[in-house]
């Protein structure tokens, strides 16, 4: 069984990483929904989605 962790962000570009970084581990599945942020949260979200295995 998997453990799936869900999160929204929306212009919170200098904190969600270490956020990210605190629940991360190599087998739960992480997903997160970008509520139309204005900030770069979205493209930080994309050089993030490999190291963090992220569902974006």
Not at 31 to 55: H, P, Q
């Amino acid at each position: 069984m998997r453990i799936c962790i869900y999160g929204t962000v929306f212009n919170n570009v200098q904190y969600f990483e270490e956020s990210i970084k605190s629940v991360f581990n190599p087998n739960y599945d992480i997903i997160i929904v970008d509520s139309c942020s204005t900030n770069g949260t979205w493209g930080k979200l994309l050089e993030l989605r490999k190291e963090y295995n992220l569902t974006l």
